[in-house]
């Protein structure tokens, strides 16, 4: 598919996860070892070229335990082909709309909560917060700053591919970041 095809193909519709998914976590344990983190998705694309991806973070493999609930919204921005494949593209995944967080466990709310800040109310169970232009270390988020995700995009078979996260834990918040691996598929929820 062109980048054209692309994203007349996925507006409208609603990208699932198929299963939890385990990336890298970017904080690694006092010993240096990258630890897991498991989570699913789902991606909405609206005309426009403007996303709303939920994600929910949990604390086990089965996705059993909800620790906490994501809503990104913004803009998508395709660039020049990927190498990885043909039909591959370069995307950035703008988060100027909202950058939202909800604790869904008390046991996250009460870590936020140890942070610092006078920007933030605070975190309580089911209670959201934007953290959109905040710095918001848990996140690695700076203040003033728009969340940029360089991130790829890949239809195969209707199944829809992102990057898989780099095996060392570093966010795709620079260009130089962006995956050169797909990651395990979305399908089109029904």
């Keep these: ?29 006092a010993t240096g070892v990258i630890q897991p983190f498991y989570l699913t998705r789902v991606f909405k694309y609206k005309t426009g070229d403007k996303f709303e991806c939920i994600v929910i973070n949990y604390a086990d493999p089965n996705g059993k335990v909800p620790l906490v609930k994501i809503e990104i919204k913004g803009h998508i921005i395709f660039r020049d082909e990927h190498p990885i494949t043909q039909g591959a593209y370069q995307v950035d995944y703008v988060a100027d709309e909202a950058y939202e967080v909800t604790p869904l466990h008390q046991g996250f709310a009460d870590a936020v909560n140890k942070i610092p800040s006078a920007v933030f109310n605070k975190w309580e169970l089911n209670v959201m917060q934007d953290v959109k232009d905040k710095a918001f270390p848990a996140f690695g988020l700076t203040e003033g700053q728009i969340y940029v995700d360089y991130d790829l995009i890949y239809i195969y078979n209707d199944l829809f591919f992102n990057g898989s996260k780099n095996v060392d834990g570093r966010a795709f918040d620079k260009p130089e ?7 395990v598929p979305l399908v089109r929820k029904r």
């Design 1 to 29: 598919m062109t980048a054209e095809q692309i994203k007349q193909y996925i507006i409208g519709g609603e990208w699932v996860s198929i299963t939890p998914e385990v990336r890298p976590s970017i904080s690694p344990s």
């Design 177 to 183: 970041n962006r995956p050169t691996n797909l990651q």
